[in-house]
């Protein structure tokens, strides 16, 4: 009779999962029943901002666009390392044995972003005064 228990266990959880599922049905088939449905030319046109629209929306951008948002990323992940550690930096003795190891690691890690920063910078990727075309 063990496995009968184990089961009851699980029941408020699969209701749960239920009324969640239910819920959202409830309230896309009451939009669908309540929503007026009119499609008029001006629903139907593409709105950006209150610009109006110019032009194919597959417009070639510069590379540029593209490298700057994988940098942002790049940077912002390394930020996110570097915070757990700059919390516990006091405790890193207790969890090393020194906090000297815990500066020179980050020490280490520091300079691999610097070092990529100076690549990056080199390379022009941060220089849009300018119009180099696509890198």
Not at 42 to 58: M, Q, T
Not at 61 to 88: G, N
Request: glycine share 10%.
């Amino acid at each position: 009779m063990q496995g009968a228990n184990y089961f009851w266990n699980y029941v408020p959880l699969l209701l749960q999962i239920l009324a969640a599922a239910g819920l959202g049905a409830g309230m896309i088939t009451a939009s669908w029943f309540l929503g007026r449905h009119r499609n008029t030319k001006a629903k139907l046109d593409a709105y950006e901002c209150g610009v109006p629209v110019e032009g194919d929306a597959r417009g070639r951008f510069s590379v540029r666009f593209y490298m700057v948002a994988m940098l942002f990323i790049l940077f912002d992940v390394e930020a996110v390392f570097m915070l757990p550690w700059a919390v516990i930096y006091r405790e890193l003795p207790k969890i090393s044995g020194s906090r000297l190891f815990g500066f020179w690691e980050m020490l280490v890690y520091l300079g691999f972003v610097l070092v990529g920063f100076f690549y990056i910078w080199k390379k022009g990727i941060l220089d849009w005064s300018a119009d180099k075309g696509d890198l």
